[in-house]
């Protein structure tokens, strides 16, 4: 009967096992704080596809892709996501009953007149059980679970920051080397031009100041094509960098740059910004999952101050013998214990008041970085939009540089004008090229800082590769 009375009392506990003493905040409540900044009629979903497809440049892809199977920090990134389904897996664990086995063995003699060799042994399972009686442990499960999504968030977020970053130097190499033949062809007609000043100063037609203001802008041009070539090497080892190789074996890598031009990309539509797709960023993803982790730390807290009640049973066989004979038999054991907090001087109370001073302190920091993810989005959607006003100014200065050109070579052709003046006017279409290819580079950057800003896509690819784990 009384062990009737202990089953009873085993699954009645176990029955209230897992109630929470804490109501968590609704997902609902948590996103108020950047419900001002969000469009409720905006149902834009992420597209799945890579977002620098778009950019329609096979170089390129060809790199992303590299980058994204050889890059040290996904790797790291993706390690921490298989830590983090370890720790819930091993929490998940934590939540069923333990059974171990335990087992004796030992042999004695006594002296006097009942002594003599006796040995005695001993062997079960025991099992315990800790009845999460407050929902303590279902929220440190949460917890963790928690942890997970935000590993994966930080995934996500390594994803867009490396393509980003690959793109952004890979079309630095790229307007570099643009720069860099320009500038060559611009130092040598310079030079060919101060020839010619020369000459003509020799005879008496030009000037010293045309001379000396020649000599000034070779010598500019020539430290300008140093730079130029630093840069490329610099945006080289930055790329070798990004795709896990040593400084060097970029060329190698991708041989024929010379020569390639700069994409150009459509305008962009006249559109607002997706309110949803910004709040879809890694770091809001993050930020939110922050807040959620924090709810659930203020359960843990006060299920802590609540006392705990564990079960534990046990049954296997025992023996003892002497001289004279042994016996054995089973042996089995049934019992619960109580842990209830008396005095702690307001120790559990004060951790209480910090975790929910952490949680408002978290819903502080999500708001936070939703103004700064809204306000890089509308940066960067300003940008775009001015550099592809700027890009079109540029580009008819230069469509005016090159017809100034052809009619001065058609003038020079016909003998109605110098080859100093045809010089001139080739210098001048240069530099606009010059000016033109920091523009459309920059209106790339824009483009990728665009994406960036707004969370990136990837495939399904992307997401089987870094999440899917052995």
Known sequence: MK?????????????????????????????????????????????????????????LNGLVARALGENPTLEEAAANVRKAEAFLAGQKAADLPGINLSGSAGRARTEGFMGGISNSWS????????????GGRQALEAQRALDREASLASLSATLVSVSAQVADTWYLRLERQVQLDLSEERVDMRRELLEMIEWRYGQGTATARDVYDTRTELAVDEVTLARYRTDVAVADHALSALLNRKPGDFEDTVP???????????????????SRLILGRPDMV?????VKKADEAVAVSLADRFPSFSLTAGYGRAGDGWEAGSTSGPVWNIGGDLLAPLIDWGRRKALVEADRAAFDESLARYRSTALVAF???????TRCRNGEREDARLQESLDASSATTAYVTSRYLEGASDYLT??????????????????????????IGLARALGGSFSDTWVRTYVTTD
Request: net charge negative; proline share 5%.
């Open 375 to 381: 306000t890089e989005a509308a940066d960067a959607l």
């Open 286 to 290: 993050r930020a939110m999952l922050d």
């Open 422 to 447: 045809l010089m001139i006017a080739r210098i001048a279409e240069n530099e606009a090229r010059s000016r033109l290819a920091t523009s459309r580079r920059l209106l790339l950057s824009n483009r």
């Open 123 to 134: 062997l079960s399972a025991v099992a315990s059980y800790e009845l999460d009686l407050w």
């Open 256 to 274: 024929g740059i010379s020569g390639k031009p700069l994409p150009t990309m459509p305008p962009l539509a006249d559109e607002p910004l997706s």
């Open 3 to 59: 062990r009737c009375w202990l089953i009873v009392l085993a699954l009645g506990l176990a029955a209230f096992s897992a109630c929470s003493v804490h109501e968590r905040t609704a997902t609902g409540a948590l996103v108020e704080k950047a419900s001002d900044l969000r469009d409720t009629r905006d149902e834009t979903l992420r597209p799945e596809v890579d977002w620098w497809l778009s950019f329609e440049d096979e170089t």
